[in-house]
């Protein structure tokens, strides 16, 4: 009752290795600098549960080469917890994007790989590593089950209304042209969490996937009603060197001024802008955090800037769901800024939204692991942080499927 769970990146790898039993992960790691300079500086890291991290260096041309080390080592008989492949029920696959074809996870077959091509154009940056690592598993573990979960899927229950964008409609017809939503699986996992905890019928909950990149859903009876990202990852929120949303003519003005390529816009707006464009050092919210507290003015325009950002989205989403039950916070931020909490938090208990500051900033100082309540004792609505588990969500799925 094994599941290996892949996330392929261009040029990575990350991999999990659960017990479905106790959902324990056995093993894991990951794979950097694949294929770079012909994959000659790739390495490895890697950790079996208990035991000291290792690193190995390794050339890794393709993502080809860097599976069949990680099998290697999961079974090797020195590093490895496995002593063959056949301990493996299935592999889980993390795939960007599913379209409009998937609403939830499928064993991925001849028919399901041509549908995944289909969607390179909305992914292309993603699409084709997720799908060679789909590819190099058939070809390395043949028989063996692949899953693919979709970062897309939880997202397809949003109405037409919240997800078409007032282009022109031949442009939703032709290039697929809408708003998709991302980080599926963590929104999903979070809200399926605050659900049950909040043990009620009909629930009503916002939940703030705070990382790197960043973004917010709303989730009314267990389903997703409207979230902050759009046709890419590149809407909604501020986010680590994202811009999130701001007036499409800006970027027609400033491609003009600077005389800048379609290519050159995409990087401005996916990798120079958000926390790096503004705090400008970099898109380390840590760095930001501690600048905050010695009072650098660039810090505080940037903490104040992601935080009103936030808030933004909850008021948002409480019109869209017609009141709000919780507000979750998870993803790297999310789960251990009590700052950004306080600020985004801050003034919304007017909406039944009423944060205890001290509970609050104790999580900080006495993180434990699980979920907790941070809102006051009578507060309409519960504010939790709830640790997110995308892995988890992608090895029940593919258990579901094909391991059971
Ligand atoms: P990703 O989106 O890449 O999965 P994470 O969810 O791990 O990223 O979040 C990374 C972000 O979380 C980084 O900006 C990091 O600085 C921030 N972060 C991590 N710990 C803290 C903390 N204690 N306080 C503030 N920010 C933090």
């Not at 442009?171 to 998709?180: H, M, N, S, T, W």
């Amino acid at each position: 009752m094994k599941v290996l769970v892949l996330n392929a990146g261009s040029s990575s790898l990350k991999y999990q290795l659960f017990n479905m039993l106790t959902e324990q992960v056995i093993a894991k790691g990951m794979c950097e600098r694949i294929g770079v300079n012909g994959g000659a500086e790739a390495y490895m890291g890697y950790s079996a549960a208990g035991r000291d991290k290792i690193e190995i260096q390794h050339e890794m041309p393709s993502h080809k080469e860097a599976i069949e080390l990680m099998i290697a080592t999961l079974t090797d008989k020195l590093n490895g917890v496995i002593a063959s492949l056949d301990e493996i029920d299935a592999v889980g696959h993390r795939v960007l994007h599913g379209g409009e074809t998937f609403k939830s996870s499928v064993i991925v077959n001849d028919e399901i790989m041509a549908k995944l091509e289909e969607n390179v154009p909305l992914g292309p940056l993603h699409m084709p590593p997720n799908i060679m690592g789909i590819k190099a598993c058939q070809e390395i573990m043949p028989g063996k089950k692949n899953v693919a979960v979709f970062d897309t899927a939880f997202h397809q229950t949003m109405p037409d209304y919240a997800y078409m964008y007032p282009l022109p409609y031949q442009d939703y017809k032709e290039l697929r042209v809408r708003k998709y939503g991302f980080h599926g699986t963590s929104h999903r996992f979070v809200s399926e969490v605050a659900v049950k905890l909040l043990g009620k019928e009909n629930s009503k909950v916002v939940v703030c996937h705070l990382g790197n990149g960043s973004s917010v859903s709303a989730v009314k009876d267990g389903k997703c009603i409207d979230t902050s990202m759009g046709l890419t990852p590149l809407e909604g929120l501020m986010m680590g060197t994202r811009c999130g949303n701001i007036d499409p003519a800006a970027v027609l003005y400033v491609m003009e001024k600077r005389n800048m390529s379609v290519k050159e816009m995409d990087s401005y707006m996916n990798k120079q802008s958000g926390i790096l464009g503004i705090y400008e050092k970099n898109s380390d919210f840590r760095n930001v955090r501690d600048d905050y507290a010695k009072g650098d003015e660039r810090a505080v325009l940037t903490l104040n800037m992601v935080c009103y950002k936030i808030k933004q989205y909850i008021g948002n989403y409480a019109a869209s769901l017609g009141g709000i039950d919780a507000v979750c916070f998870t993803g790297g931020i999310g789960e251990n800024s009590a700052l950004v909490r306080e600020k985004v938090c801050a003034d919304l208990a007017f909406m039944g939204v009423d944060l205890d500051f001290d509970k609050n900033s104790r999580l900080e100082r006495e993180r434990t692991a699980g979920n907790v309540d941070i809102s006051k004792d009578g507060s309409k609505a519960k504010i939790l942080v709830i640790p997110t588990n995308e892995e988890l969500v992608i090895a029940r799925d593919t258990f579901d499927l094909a391991g059971k």
